[in-house]
Each structure stands twice: as structure tokens, then as C-alpha cells.
């Protein structure tokens, strides 16, 4: 573990707040993907991935909390820079109902949302 888990939010209340008040968009910024060459709202990676950051947006790890544009309710890096933990318990999907752990909020095992630097628009974004 690498934290003590002291609390957080809800899923649906992460999920809220990374919207920023925007609702039927798919991310906070409304519908424009990152890419590699003159649009970064986010610290991912850009370039080859995994092979070659080109660091478009000038961080090759993590970046400052306010070296993007902050949502719509001020809040910043809620996508990439860092994986942020909340209080829904992982659990792996399935449609075998073995595959749900009743106690994995007891395990320590928490949903993380919000990707990371280590992110790349090909390998870590959902689709809704």
C-alpha cells in the first residue's frame, strides 16, 4: 500500500467534480482529445508510447497542480498527471459473479480514476 487511505470521494462524486458542471460531455474540457503535437489540456504522455515521450506539454513526470487550466469549478488535473484514489472499492468486471469481491473495500483494493502522466491517449481513455 502506499498511502493510508484516509477517505475521499464517491465515484459518482469524483466523477462530478472532474466534469467541472459540464454533463453530457466526455471530458472536462468538453469533447477535443489531446494530441501529440499543439493541443495538451492534461499532463499524459505524448509521442510514442510507451517508447518516446516527447514531453509536448513540458513534463516528463508528474507537473505542477496548476500548470493547466483549472475546470469549471476550479479544480485542476483531474485528468493525467496522477491516478487519484476514491472511496468505491475495485473490483474487476465480469459477468462471472465470482469475480466481485464483497471485501475489497476491506483490502484496501480502491477504484482510481483520472489516468496519469504515464497515459496515453491510445492506451488509457474510456469510451462512453
Not at 39 to 48: E, H, L, T, V, Y
Not at 89 to 108: E, I, M, Q, Y
Amino acid at each position: 500500500m502506499y498511502a493510508n487511505w484516509g477517505g475521499g470521494p464517491t465515484e459518482a462524486e469524483w466523477e462530478h467534480a472532474a466534469r467541472g458542471g459540464l454533463e453530457d460531455v466526455r471530458l472536462p474540457w468538453g469533447g477535443e482529445l489531446p494530441n501529440d503535437t499543439d493541443f495538451f489540456p492534461c499532463n499524459i504522455w505524448q509521442g510514442n508510447f510507451p517508447h518516446k515521450n516527447t514531453t509536448g506539454d513540458g513534463y516528463i513526470g508528474t507537473a505542477p497542480a496548476i500548470s493547466f487550466e483549472p475546470n469549471n469549478v476550479g479544480l485542476y488535473n483531474m485528468v493525467g498527471n496522477v491516478w487519484e484514489w476514491n472511496a468505491a472499492a475495485f473490483r474487476v468486471r465480469s459477468l462471472k459473479r465470482t469475480a466481485r469481491d464483497p471485501n475489497a473495500a476491506a483490502k484496501g483494493n480502491r477504484l482510481i480514476k483520472g489516468g496519469s502522466f504515464m497515459c496515453h491517449i491510445s492506451y488509457c481513455f474510456r469510451i462512453e
